[in-house]
């Protein structure tokens, strides 16, 4: 068993979300994927307790949270985020009024991220996210500084964008099928998506959603709305 990863904190976090999310103020929110709290700790105050949900995979950092932030553990099979897991279904996780996942799609196949997608579509009508876009040559180019290194040339960098979908494996290897089965030296995996093909894709399984696209902080990001639906529980009045 692999063991899970507690991320520090990333002050830029809240600056991805306000980029995203226009009006977050007295609004419902589920971190999905949120480790350790990592989207409220870095808002500084701007995001209160009684809004906020964290939700990941992992037990261990949803521990570090203060007493006084909810939050969701389920026990979902991630090759390396959570091996020990099951493939289970996300449990009853009440409703919102946005669910934001930063650089969690980013690492999953695309059949796993559709499963979350189809999941969260059925507590919320404001799904924001990050992923990386194929053409989005700049944002592996600046991994090549990151600790591990991108270790990708500048060529298959640039190759990326001739594929619908990639998946690049231990920053090294470019397949271009979600294996079935992690060998055991597979440590990470970066999930690169064409836009056009992603967004045509989530409009086949979902009915009745607007799609806006765009790029901040070297990711870029998608908002799928669901309209005409009202979800967000106010804490101070209880519906």
Not at 14 to 20: P, T, Y
Not at 44 to 65: A, R, S, V
Not at 117 to 138: A, E, G, H, S
Not at 181 to 186: Q, R
């Amino acid at each position: 068993m692999r063991t899970p990863k507690i991320f520090r904190p990333n002050n830029n976090i809240f600056n991805l979300f306000k980029d995203m999310v226009s009006n977050y103020e007295n609004k419902t929110i589920l971190d999905f994927g949120g480790n350790h709290g990592n989207l409220i700790k870095s808002s500084d105050g701007k995001i209160l307790p009684e809004y906020y949900t964290c939700l990941d995979i992992n037990q261990e950092p949803l521990d570090l949270l203060p007493s006084n932030i909810k939050s969701i553990y389920w026990n979902r099979y991630h090759p390396t985020y959570n091996s020990s897991g099951k493939m289970i279904d996300l449990p009853e996780i009440g409703k919102y009024d946005i669910v934001f996942a930063n650089s969690v799609f980013t690492h999953m196949s695309l059949d796993e991220i559709l499963f979350c997608i189809q999941k969260l579509y059925k507590v919320t009508n404001n799904i924001y996210f990050t992923y990386v876009d194929n053409k989005n040559v700049k944002f592996f180019e600046e991994l090549k500084s990151y600790v591990p290194p991108i270790k990708l040339t500048h060529e298959q960098i640039a190759n990326l964008s001739k594929n619908k979908i990639n998946y690049v494996i231990n920053h090294e290897m470019i397949y271009y099928d979600y294996p079935e089965v992690w060998p055991s030296d597979w440590h990470n995996m970066w999930t690169v998506i064409d836009t056009d093909y992603f967004t045509k894709t989530i409009r086949y399984i979902l009915s009745n959603v607007n799609i806006t696209t765009g790029k901040t902080i070297g990711f870029n990001w998608m908002h799928i709305n669901v309209p005409n639906i009202s979800w967000g529980i106010n804490p101070a009045i209880g519906y």
